[in-house]
C-alpha cells in the first residue's frame, strides 16, 4: 500500500478529531473510546494511535485547534483599532460569545467542556491544561488592561488581576448558562460587554470588589462609595438584570 502524503495524512488527521468531537459531544467524553471513533471515521484503530497517543490527547488537540485563532485575532483587532487596546479587548470578548453560537465546532467543544466530560483518570491530565490555560488567559486580561491603563482609559488604580478574573467569569458564565439552555436567553444578542456600563462597572473594582452587597446600595453611603453607587444605578443593574 502506498504511503499517504503529508497532506493526506492532515486531512485524515482533521477527519479523526471532527468526529471524535461529534462523539463525544452525543455520548459525554468518558463514554466514548476510541475504538468507536475509529470505527466511525471509517479508520483503523492503528491510525487513531499513529496520530494520538490516547484520548487525552486527541481532546487537547481539539482544544488547542479551537484556540489556536485567537491570537490571530488580537494581531487582527490591534491592526483595526491602533492605539485603543480596549476596543481590540471588547471585540475578542464579543467573538468568543458569539463564535459560540455560529460555529458549531466551539459550541461544541464548550458543551462538552462545561457539561459533557468529567477530567478523572485519563482525563485528569486534559483538566491540569485546562488549569494552565485558564491562569494563560488571566495573564493575557490582565496585560491588555495594563495597556488601557497606560492609555490611560482606564483607572490607574484598578485592580487588573481581580478585574481580569471577574471578566473572564462572567464570559465563561454566561456561555456555561447559554449552553445549558439555549432558550433562556440570546447569548448573540448585544451582551452586556457591548454596553458602556459594563465598562464603568469594570472600572469599579478597586472600589467594590470586596464589600458585601446590600439591598439597597444607592441608599447605604456609608458601605459603597458614590462612585460605584453611581455605577449599580441605572442602565448596569438593566444590563445584569436582562442576562
Same mark, same amino acid.
Given at each position: 500500500?502506498?504511503?499517504?502524503?503529508? *497532506?493526506?495524512?492532515?486531512?485524515?488527521?482533521?477527519?479523526?478529531?471532527?468526529?471524535a468531537l461529534r462523539l463525544?459531544?452525543?455520548?459525554?467524553?468518558?463514554?466514548?473510546?476510541?475504538?468507536? +471513533?475509529?470505527?466511525?471515521?471509517?479508520?483503523?484503530?492503528? !491510525?487513531?494511535?499513529?496520530?494520538?497517543?490516547?484520548?487525552?490527547?486527541?481532546?487537547?488537540?481539539?482544544?488547542?485547534?479551537?484556540?489556536?485563532?485567537?491570537?490571530?485575532?488580537?494581531?487582527?483587532?490591534?491592526?483595526?483599532?491602533?492605539?485603543?487596546?480596549?476596543?481590540?479587548?471588547?471585540?475578542?470578548?464579543?467573538?468568543?460569545?458569539?463564535?459560540?453560537?455560529?460555529?458549531?465546532?466551539?459550541?461544541?467543544?464548550?458543551?462538552?467542556?462545561?457539561?459533557?466530560?468529567?477530567?478523572?483518570?485519563?482525563?485528569?491530565?486534559?483538566?491540569?491544561? *485546562?488549569?494552565?490555560?485558564?491562569?494563560?488567559?488571566?495573564?493575557? +486580561?490582565?496585560?491588555?488592561?495594563?495597556?488601557?491603563?497606560?492609555?490611560k482609559m482606564l483607572p490607574?488604580?484598578?485592580?487588573?488581576?481581580? !478585574?481580569?478574573?471577574?471578566?473572564?467569569?462572567?464570559?465563561?458564565?454566561?456561555?456555561?448558562?447559554?449552553?445549558?439552555?439555549? *432558550?433562556?436567553?440570546?447569548?448573540?444578542?448585544?451582551?452586556?460587554?457591548?454596553?458602556?456600563?459594563?465598562?464603568?462597572?469594570?472600572?469599579?473594582?478597586?472600589?467594590?470588589?470586596?464589600?458585601?452587597?446590600?439591598?439597597?446600595?444607592?441608599?447605604?453611603?456609608?458601605?459603597?462609595?458614590?462612585?460605584?453607587?453611581?455605577?449599580?444605578?441605572?442602565?448596569l443593574r438593566r444590563d445584569?438584570?436582562?442576562?
Amino acid at each position: 500500500m502506498a504511503r499517504k502524503t503529508k *497532506q493526506e495524512a492532515q486531512e485524515t488527521r482533521q477527519h479523526i478529531l471532527d468526529v471524535a468531537l461529534r462523539l463525544f459531544s452525543q455520548q459525554g467524553v468518558s463514554s466514548t473510546s476510541l475504538g468507536e +471513533i475509529a470505527k466511525a471515521a471509517g479508520v483503523t484503530r492503528g !491510525a487513531i494511535y499513529w496520530h494520538f497517543k490516547d484520548k487525552s490527547d486527541l481532546f487537547s488537540e481539539i482544544w488547542e485547534l479551537s484556540e489556536s485563532n485567537i491570537g490571530e485575532l488580537e494581531l487582527e483587532y490591534q491592526a483595526k483599532f491602533p492605539g485603543d487596546p480596549l476596543s481590540v479587548l471588547r471585540e475578542i470578548l464579543i467573538h468568543v460569545l458569539e463564535s459560540t453560537v455560529t460555529e458549531e465546532r466551539r459550541r461544541l467543544l464548550m458543551e462538552i467542556i462545561f457539561h459533557k466530560c468529567e477530567f478523572v483518570g485519563e482525563m485528569a491530565v486534559v483538566q491540569q491544561a *485546562q488549569r494552565n490555560l485558564c491562569l494563560e488567559s488571566y495573564d493575557r +486580561i490582565e496585560q491588555t488592561l495594563k495597556h488601557c491603563i497606560e492609555a490611560k482609559m482606564l483607572p490607574a488604580d484598578l485592580m487588573t488581576r481581580r !478585574a481580569a478574573i471577574i471578566m473572564r467569569g462572567y464570559i465563561s458564565g454566561l456561555m456555561e448558562n447559554w449552553l445549558f439552555a439555549p *432558550q433562556s436567553f440570546d447569548l448573540k444578542k448585544k451582551p452586556a460587554i457591548t454596553s458602556p456600563s459594563y465598562w464603568r462597572c469594570i472600572s469599579c473594582v478597586p472600589r467594590f470588589v470586596t464589600l458585601p452587597l446590600p439591598n439597597n446600595p444607592e441608599s447605604d453611603s456609608r458601605i459603597f462609595p458614590g462612585h460605584f453607587r453611581r455605577c449599580y444605578s441605572g442602565s448596569l443593574r438593566r444590563d445584569i438584570l436582562a442576562v
